[in-house]
């Protein structure tokens, strides 16, 4: 079974930087695709970016494209979101997700998820 370890949320100030981390359990790391999302109350959940399989290709979207960083690192089983110029609006639970299947730009193939971890952001 796969499960997914979030770490790293906290609070930071206008501005700041913060890296997200997501620890995936198994052997099958380098064949997944890797998502982030983000959710903030009374908003939809936003697809905040990906990073493919073995780490060749990457998505972001426009709100966060510019600032935020996916990375992986297939020797420690790890994805990261690396978070910079934090923005008033960022705050949010955000959640790491894995997509077993071959369309890593497929929202709905995402279907494991992390426990989510919270970003504050304040001046």
């Known amino acids: 079974q796969v499960q997914l370890v979030e770490s790293g949320g906290g609070l930071v100030q206008t501005g700041g930087s913060l890296r997200l981390s997501c620890l995936v359990s198994?052997?099958?790391?380098?064949?997944?695709?890797m998502g982030w999302f983000r959710q903030a109350p009374g908003k939809e959940r936003e697809f905040v970016g990906a990073i493919r399989w073995r780490g060749t290709w990457t998505y972001y979207a426009d709100s966060v494209k510019g600032r935020f960083t996916i990375s992986r690192d297939s020797a420690k089983n790890t994805t990261y979101l690396e978070m910079n110029s934090l923005k008033p609006d960022d705050p949010a639970v955000y959640y790491c997700a894995v997509n077993r299947g071959a369309s890593w730009l497929r929202i709905d193939s995402y279907d494991i998820w992390g426990q989510g971890t919270q970003v504050t952001v304040s001046s």
């Open positions: 198994g052997r099958n790391f380098s064949s997944y695709s």
